[in-house]
Nanobody
Framework: QVQLVESGGGLVQAGGSLRLSCAAS????????LGWFRQAPGKEREFVAV????????YLADSVKGRFTISRDNAKNMAYLQMNSLKPEDTAVYYC??????????????????WGQGTQVTVSS
């Protein structure tokens, strides 16, 4: 089992940047594919980005490509979501999640076994 804790959220103006962090504890962090999801009020939780166990592969949702970057540092048991050129529609609670299947880079919520508590990102216009 792995425990995940997100941080780095906050209030930012449109066009600004934030860097979210996901700290992991418990089992070996590199055993897990790591994903980021977000959930806006009244909407379903949606996929944002995913990174492979050792960081060699990444995939981002079309809505954030070119603006967001996902990375990880297994030596520090950390994952990151760098968010640039933020838009009001990026406002949501952001969650990191760990997938133990080691099969592919899933964009499906159901593939992820462990979730953090979330961090709020609010982008003002």
């Amino acid at each position: 089992q792995v425990q995940l804790v997100e941080s780095g959220g906050g209030l930012v103006q449109a066009g600004g940047s934030l860097r979210l962090s996901c700290a992991a504890s418990g089992r070996t962090f590199s055993n897990y594919v790591l994903g980021w999801f977000r959930q806006a009020p009244g909407k379903e939780r949606e996929f944002v980005a995913v990174i492979s166990r050792f960081g060699s592969s990444r995939y981002l949702a079309d809505s954030v490509k070119g603006r967001f970057t996902i990375s990880r540092d297994n030596a520090k048991n950390m994952a990151y979501l760098q968010m640039n050129s933020l838009k009001p529609e990026d406002t949501a609670v952001y969650y990191c999640a760990a997938d133990r299947r080691n099969l592919d880079l899933s964009i499906s919520r159901g593939s992820y076994d462990y979730w953090g508590q979330g961090t709020q990102v609010t982008v003002s216009s």
